[in-house]
């Protein structure tokens, strides 16, 4: 079953490995991602712009796509995203994409996974978020095969 989800990711550093992901063969018709002129005007309208778009983007969704570089643990709004995710039920999952190669041919050096500093209740109990819902490498875990069933075992996960 096609899903949509919502992609987070650090888009200044990563949108080119970001890129990759989104736009495999598996992933173009999942929706829930920005061209970089649609970016660009939301940021110039400020803070409160930028809520209002990802709440928007978010409408619909089932499972939000963290996509992990070096930084993305560190952005603000990524953070914010994750925390929306969580507040609407939403599963979450975890990619490393800091192998890929950006528009240079350059991979990076692997961030910290930002569902490590997020807790979320699951039957009652208190769990860390990267201790319940998976983290995968897209090159080492096969991510154009996978990817698919990543997103279904997060939806199950969070009941969706």
Known sequence: ??????????????????????NSNITQSIKGYIDKAEW???????????????EEQMKGTS?????????????????????????????LLGIYIHRLKNKD?????????PLDNLYI?????????SNYFKTYYWDLDKGYENFSSWIEESARLAGR
């Open 1 to 22: 079953m096609a899903r949509k989800v919502f992609f987070s990711f650090h888009y200044e550093k990563d949108a080119w490995r970001a890129g990759q992901v989104r």
């Open 63 to 91: 499972v939000t796509v963290v996509l992990i570089g070096k930084e993305t643990s560190e952005r603000k709004w990524v953070k914010y995203e994750i925390e929306k995710s969580v507040e609407k039920g939403n599963g």
């Open 40 to 54: 660009e005007e939301v940021k110039r309208k400020g803070d409160k712009a930028i809520k209002e778009w990802i």
């Open 105 to 113: 041919g350059e991979t990076d050096v692997k961030g910290e996974n």
């Open 121 to 129: 209740t699951v039957d009652g109990k208190s769990k860390k978020a």
